[in-house]
């Protein structure tokens, strides 16, 4: 069983960047279907971007060119890259996990972190 844990969430000022990290321990990422996923204040959670064991990416359409999803496999952790940050990115960010190939996509991944807060003010 893989644990979770994100870190990189902060306040910061639209254009701005910030990189969130989520470091899994348990089991090697080498193997996992590994997703990004955000709730904003009074929304639905949503897709931001997965990244299967192949390395096979998807993005949300509204994000694509200013987030980008990347691994380190000897720091086993998953990045995201947030680039030109807007006030509507303002949300808690999950980093979530899965065996099954394709269930992050679907955002039905088995394994989930606390979720770190990202604040971005105009």
């Known amino acids: 069983q893989v644990q979770l844990v994100e870190s990189g969430g902060g306040s910061v000022q639209a254009g701005g960047s910030l990189r969130l990290s989520c470091v899994a321990s348990?089991?090697?990422?080498?193997?996992?279907?590994m997703g990004w996923y955000r709730q904003g204040p009074g929304q639905e959670r949503e897709g931001v971007a997965t990244m299967e064991w192949d390395e096979r990416t998807t993005y949300s359409d509204s994000l694509k060119g200013r987030f980008t999803i990347s691994k380190d496999y000897t720091k086993n952790t998953l990045y995201l890259q947030m680039d030109s940050l807007k006030p509507e990115d303002t949300a808690m960010y999950y980093c979530?996990?899965?065996?099954?190939?394709?269930?992050?996509?679907?955002?039905?991944?088995?394994?989930w972190g606390q979720g770190t807060q990202v604040t971005v003010s105009s």
């Open positions: 979530a996990a899965d065996r099954r190939y394709g269930y992050c996509e679907r955002s039905d991944c088995g394994y």
């Open positions: 348990g089991r090697s990422i080498t193997t996992y279907n």
